[in-house]
């Protein structure tokens, strides 16, 4: 059960930065000049880091919790994948979405053997 947990863990955590390069390389993509493309390209990753650092980073006692925090997953993490298909990186997207799907399943079973 702990190697299981801590490698979707892994794969979580390694969604979570493809999310967010996926930010970046989308800005840095778009089909403008390069200055929209460099202040984009910067500001996107950035804007998604400082988001979950402010409503979801595990440290953060202020993190949000309930319905909220699900809201905001649902959010953080569509941007991300939305990111990757505006891209035009579509497997990128589909392997965050299953990273994350069992990085849920991963993080539920935890709390459920927990509470036993």
Do not use: C
Not at 24 to 35: D, E, N, R, S, V
């Amino acid at each position: 059960m702990n190697v299981l947990y801590w490698t979707a863990m892994l794969f979580l955590f390694l969604a979570e930065l493809a999310a967010i390069a996926a930010t970046a390389f989308w800005g840095f993509t778009l089909a403008a000049g390069w200055p929209v493309r460099i202040l984009v390209g910067l500001a996107a990753p950035t804007v998604m880091i400082l988001l979950w650092g402010r409503f979801a980073a595990a440290n953060n006692a202020d993190a949000l919790t309930g319905l909220p925090r699900v809201l905001f997953e649902i959010a953080w993490w569509g941007a991300g994948i939305v990111a990757f298909v505006a891209a035009g990186l579509l497997p990128g997207a589909i392997g965050v979405a299953v990273a994350r799907v069992t990085g849920l399943g991963a993080q539920r079973s935890r709390t459920h053997a927990a509470r036993r």
